[in-house]
């Protein structure tokens, strides 16, 4: 067996024997003397410790001529601390760059030095203290970061990041309430890397932020959520975000439009109710699934069938699993064989329907289902509300029944001719009289467009025929059944359009129709009652509440109750608006369009437009030309001013309108959104894109802006980086990290943008800042002094060139650019910054090499080698870890597990059993590991250095383990 393969065992068997991770080890430090490393399947090339899954940890890295040690505590009686190799009592110091003790252990944990200052934790608390441990900053914060070049750091106090100085006085403005965390780095001035909360915004402007516990992750039942704890477990929460089912729930599913949620749990599946009440948490439930909107199937414990619950959870069945598989769903309707009968399941019904024997469900229309029996003869008719038609109860006609058609919860019933048998509702009830039906019979009956509860159900006219010699004429068949005619009608004629019914809000009594008769034109009411209007030539169809009569060779406006109005001396009028009708002056071409009040009798604009849309909400698009399109009010003010390309309604409070100038199709043409104030609230954009959140607000903006525009249409949040998603009344955003710089004062230098940025380097400084649309070399002030081709840019910390990875002919190559961009050097392979003359390249998927001052190859391949410091590198081979010298020969042999780089003459180096601090002819100066259960330091004789002196009974000499 291998010495690689020997340590590998070890390592693993002591882990197998003591029932933990490492990881387990990490809050106190670990047994062995490798700690956990921050691991990367790409990293740069010269970064050895990301190519490691280890790092140093009985002594980790030099820093600042410190390196972190865990020893038994100084303030500890060296024989309370136990020996079971626990670390327990064990605490934090510092040995110096020789590897003696320069802070005493009595920190429950501490971070490495950075620019004179560490940060350590003092009885939960964290502070920072100086390389000769005075406390520089006493520990009251309950996290905190490294200090940087600026001399600032991150804490965090009261669960909020702060910016602090030196002495631990606060530096800048206080960070906004969304700010998660902010990450500092070296340079003057420093990047800054700002991780925002959740932020979720309600319809009426409320703002809550992430990190109280409570995520939302969809709406639920009356103006509950769903929602998870911390520890990913999930439940339900109130518009307070209070918890009333605890989240003690593997997941929630939401079905039926939110209406009702399964659930698992501990006990199995449950119902969760739009209440935010648990259904079924003692059944053991194996599942539940919805069965259309009004029932769910639960299964049973041990296959012993389905119980079929209502919408408040109430089990109205249980059937068994054949009777389950045999079920068969209609609409909402289930139904089912039981005992020899067929049973039906009927919303709102506490108990199943008993149809019959014999039967079988043959059609359906919106939950009315016809039954037919062994001879395929209709037997039957159940309604969505359980009525149950069949036998002495069925009307005569019912074996003549040869279609079905559901019109707004009516069945309109007619046999295999297709000629009407009757109506019925949702209670059963047949709604036409039996003249309403013979006359619908020898008629035609043309079914109405514009659909209103309550109104007429279809129009009657002559057919092709008169059979049975029927002599009246075109007739109303009204919602209760009857039929109302006249032998002077004609033809009858609807004057609500379908689309505009809705629209106007009409209710049925406000319907219009007109009957064509041998005199003229007749206004009839709903109930086809003729309106007090004499009889016209024509009669237009109504807009906006009007309606266009020619008579006597004059043409009026008339209301619904049949008041005429006069209009102006007109080529053309048209209604726009309530009351108000565009006008021509006459047919010559170009001639303008002016307003008219004709319920007041005023003209409201003077003829100057070439154009005049419908107006809403006293709003409408016009036009004076080309390129010179704007919005109006109904005085012909304008609202938008006549200088855009075009402009189109969003909504009642807003526009999109074009820009105007240039050829450009629709998407390409800049695009804004302005509301009804003609205020902008989005810039002009090409490709804007606008849509409806179904809330009322609206979303707008391309591939890289966009905005959320408030349903009253007063403000638009600027979404930039962000995504974002519709919770019921809240809007949860969640947005990118944004990086900018801080001056020593903590204020912004750089604000924080989207995209990313190096840090800054050199006098004058410069730095590289990337986003969409390249990367470009700024100055201190974030103003761009260059921009660089296209390509993956950086700029390590230290390095004198820009480095670019690409690719090239299927290879991976690597440019070194000056500031401007102009290449001095290319190398083959994935290559790093120099350090002393030497790069390190990737060549394989398993092999670096040293790059010269010349960008040539040199020297052998290795697993991961590092930056050359102090005339070495850190190198591995066969997975052990050892220096290499300029020739690329081993001057350190590879001995180790874990080595970091050179640092005036000292590395910091760890095998599983000590870790090392060595000078650069590989002499141990000082070494860390295990003797009688505790950590103890040794020197570079092999002296004890720490602790002072051994538990009683221990020897005092290193322990020898064997495995």
């Not at 020899?340 to 919106?366: M, S």
């Not at 989207?754 to 986003?771: E, I, K, Q, T």
């Not at 299927?810 to 000056?818: I, L, P, R, S, W």
């Not at 040293?850 to 850190?874: E, I, Q």
Request: with cysteine.
């Amino acid at each position: 067996m291998t010495s690689r393969a020997l340590r590998t065992t070890r390592l693993a068997c002591a882990l197998a024997a003591l029932g933990v991770s490492l990881s387990a080890q990490a809050q106190s430090g670990h047994l062995y003397c490798l700690a956990e490393g921050d691991y990367l399947a790409y990293p740069a090339a010269d970064d050895i410790a990301s190519r490691n899954p280890f790092g140093n940890g009985c002594i980790r890295d030099l820093s600042d001529g410190r390196a972190a040690v865990l020893l038994p505590s100084a303030i500890e009686n060296i024989d309370r601390v136990p020996r079971n190799s626990s670390l327990r009592r064990h605490a934090w110091g510092f040995l110096d760059a020789n590897g003696r003790v320069a802070i005493e252990p009595i920190f429950e944990a501490v971070r490495d030095f950075r620019h004179g200052l560490a940060a350590v934790q003092w009885q939960g608390k964290w502070g920072y203290i100086d390389t000769n441990g005075r406390m520089a900053v006493r520990p009251r914060y309950d996290a905190v970061e490294d200090f940087v070049e600026i001399g600032l750091a991150v804490a965090t106090l009261d669960g909020r990041p702060v910016l602090i100085d030196r002495q631990g006085n606060p530096a800048g403005a206080p960070l906004e309430e969304n700010v998660r965390a902010l990450r500092l780095s070296d340079g003057v001035p420093a990047r800054a890397t700002v991780q925002y909360k959740e932020e979720y915004r309600s319809s009426d402007g409320e703002r809550r932020y992430g990190g109280t516990g409570v995520v939302i992750t969809k709406p639920f039942g009356n103006g509950l959520y769903v929602a998870t704890n911390g520890e990913g477990k999930y439940g339900v929460v109130d518009k307070d975000w209070k918890w009333i089912i605890e989240p003690e729930l593997d997941d929630v599913f939401v079905q039926n439009e939110g209406a009702l949620a399964t659930a698992y749990g501990r006990e199995g599946s449950v119902m969760v109710t739009a209440e935010g009440k648990l259904i079924g948490q003692d059944q053991h439930y194996e599942s539940m699934n919805p069965v259309g909107k009004a029932f769910w199937s639960a299964a049973l414990p041990r296959r012993a069938g389905y119980a079929v619950l209502d919408a408040s959870g109430a089990v109205v069945a249980t059937l068994t699993q054949d009777e389950g598989q045999a079920s068969q769903r209609h609409a909402d309707i289930v139904v089912y064989p039981s005992g020899g009968n067929i049973v039906a399941l009927v919303p709102g019904r506490p108990a199943p329907v008993t149809l019959g024997t014999g039967i079988a469900a043959a059609d359906e229309a919106e939950g009315y289902v016809l039954f037919v029996d062994g001879a395929s003869q209709p037997a039957g008719l159940l309604t969505p509300t359980g009525a149950w038609l069949h036998g002495d109860s069925a009307p005569a006609w019912l074996g003549q029944v040869g279609r079905m058609e559901a019109r707004l919860g009516k069945l309109w019933v007619s046999d295999a001719q297709g000629r009407l048998l009757n109506v019925l509702d949702t209670d059963g009830r047949a709604l036409l009289k039996p003249e309403a039906v013979q006359a619908a019979q020898d008629l035609q009956l043309k079914p109405l467009s514009a659909s209103v509860p309550g109104g007429p159900l279809g129009l009657l006219g002559q057919g092709h025929c008169h059979c049975g010699g029927a002599e009246s004429g075109a007739g109303l068949l009204l919602a209760d059944g009857s039929i109302v005619s006249d032998p002077s009608w004609n033809e009858l004629i609807p004057l609500d359009l379908a689309e505009d019914a809705p629209a106007d809000g009409l209710a049925a009594d406000q319907l219009r129709y007109a009957a064509e008769t041998d005199d003229g034109m007749l206004l009839l009411d709903a109930r086809g009652k003729p309106v007090d209007l004499p009889a016209q030539q024509h009669i237009g169809v109504f807009r906006h509440g009007y309606a266009q009569v020619y008579g006597d060779g004059v043409v009026r406006m008339i209301d619904r109750t049949g008041k005429t109005y006069e209009l102006p001396e007109a080529f053309d009028t048209q209604v726009v608006a309530p009351g108000v009708v565009r006008f021509l002056k006459t047919a010559a071409d170009g001639e303008p369009w002016g307003l008219y009040d004709f319920v007041a009798g005023k003209a409201l604009a003077a003829p100057a437009f070439r154009s005049i849309g419908e107006f809403q909400d006293g709003q409408a698009v016009a036009s004076l030309g080309p390129d010179r399109v704007g919005v109006i009010d109904q005085q012909g003010r304008w609202i938008l001013p006549a200088s855009h390309h075009d402009a189109e309604r969003v909504n009642d409070k807003l526009w999109r309108v074009s820009q105007a100038g240039g050829k450009h199709d629709r998407y390409d043409r800049p695009a804004a959104v302005f509301n009804t104030q003609g205020q902008a609230l989005t810039g002009f954009l090409r490709g804007l894109q606008v849509g409806d959140y179904g809330d009322g607000s609206i979303s707008a903006g391309n591939d890289r802006n966009r905005w959320i525009i408030s349903p009253d249409g007063t403000d638009a949040l600027d979404m930039k980086d962000a995504d974002y998603v519709r919770l019921g009344d809240w809007m949860e955003i969640r947005r990118a990290d944004r990086h900018g710089y801080l001056n020593s004062q903590g204020s912004w230098q750089i604000e924080p943008a989207p995209g990313a940025g190096s840090d800054f380097h050199g006098a004058p400084a410069r730095a590289l800042a990337s986003n969409a649309d390249g990367t470009r070399v700024i100055d201190a002030n974030g103003k761009t002094l260059a921009s660089l081709p296209s390509g993956d840019w950086s700029w390590p910390r230290g390095s004198a060139t820009l480095i670019r990875h690409y690719t090239a002919k299927g290879k991976t190559m690597t440019d070194y650019a000056d500031p401007t961009g102009k290449t001095r050097l290319t190398v083959e392979g994935f290559a790093s910054a120099y350090s002393e003359g030497r790069a390190v390249a990737q060549v394989s998927s398993d092999g670096v090499r040293a790059v010269d001052a010349k960008g040539a190859l040199v020297g052998p391949a290795y697993d991961a080698m590092g930056a050359m410091r102090d005339g070495l590198a850190p190198a591995s081979a066969d997975h052990a870890y050892g220096y290499v010298d300029s020739t690329g020969s081993f001057a350190i042999l590879a001995a180790y597990r874990v080595a970091s780089a050179f640092s005036n003459q000292r590395a910091v180096v760890s095998t599983e059993d000590d870790s090392r601090i060595i000078d650069t002819s590989g002499k141990t100066l000082a070494r860390v590991q295990m003797q009688c259960g505790i950590r103890t330091l040794y020197g570079a004789a092999g002296q004890r250095l720490w602790p002072l002196r051994m538990p009683q009974g221990c020897k005092g000499r290193p322990e020898s383990r064997a495995y």
